[in-house]
């Protein structure tokens, strides 16, 4: 089974604190995706990534960063928090071999706050 | 660009009795779809994919949905409810690329004893 790992679960930051959040797949899945989830809002795409090195922007990009340095893990960065990141962020990864057939697998995800 | 539109944000149905959770999609070529469901405090798996293969699609835990191009639609249903069924779900769809995929707001799904 393809396992995504998000390192933390929950996190508590500080207002202008530079956050880090990172995720690793074990499936050599190329594409990979950084989502937030919020009551009523459904899931927004962050930014995803299709190879290493390579990033596209989402929906709702403003405030975010990304880094892929390696095929298996993508790094999501806040720069500077702010109380309206406080969020559920989701990890998601899917292979780009009949890739619009594939589902993502998600990471279980970290619920961050942000005060 | 591709949507989904899910009806109802909140469903509550009784333990046995039949669920439904509708979807519909705009897409102007024939859509990937797919249900998710998202337990607390845990991330989304999947439930069941749409193929083209059939347009009955079974899924895990007993769910189902039926694909119906002339409605634009992709309902969920599963005959007889469980109280483990209690969980938030998710309709998406994917773009020709598989480098997008649209999510509907979700419906929580609540069922009672």
């Known amino acids: 089974d393809v396992k995504v790992t998000q390192s933390s679960r929950y996190l508590v930051k500080r207002t202008g604190e530079k956050v880090f959040l990172e995720c690793v797949q074990d499936?050599?899945?190329?594409?990979m995706f950084w989502y937030r989830q919020d009551p009523g809002l459904g899931l927004r795409l962050i930014y995803f990534s299709y190879d290493v090195k390579m990033k596209e922007k989402g929906d709702i990009p403003e405030g975010y960063s990304v880094s892929r340095e390696k095929k298996e893990r993508f790094s999501l960065i806040l720069e500077s928090a702010s109380t309206n990141q406080t969020s559920m962020y989701l990890c998601?990864?899917?292979?780009?071999?009949?890739?619009?057939?594939?589902?993502?697998?998600f990471g279980n995800g970290t619920r961050l706050t942000v005060t | 660009a591709q949507s989904v539109t899910q009806l109802g944000s909140h469903v509550s149905v009784s333990e046995g009795a039949l669920v439904l959770l509708r979807c519909n999609y705009s897409s102007s070529v024939p859509p990937y779809l797919f249900w998710y469901v998202q337990y607390p405090n845990q991330g989304l798996q999947l439930l069941l994919k749409y193929t083209s293969a059939a347009t009955l699609v079974k899924g895990i835990n007993g769910f189902e949905a039926e694909f119906k191009k002339s409605e634009t639609s992709f309902h969920l249903t599963k005959p007889s409810a469980h109280m483990s069924d209690a969980a938030e779900y998710f309709c998406a769809v994917s773009s020709n690329t598989g480098n997008q995929f649209y999510f509907g707001t979700g419906t929580s799904l609540t069922v009672i004893p």
């Open positions: 499936m050599d899945h190329e594409n």
């Open positions: 998601a990864s899917t292979t780009r071999h009949r890739a619009y057939n594939s589902p993502l697998h």
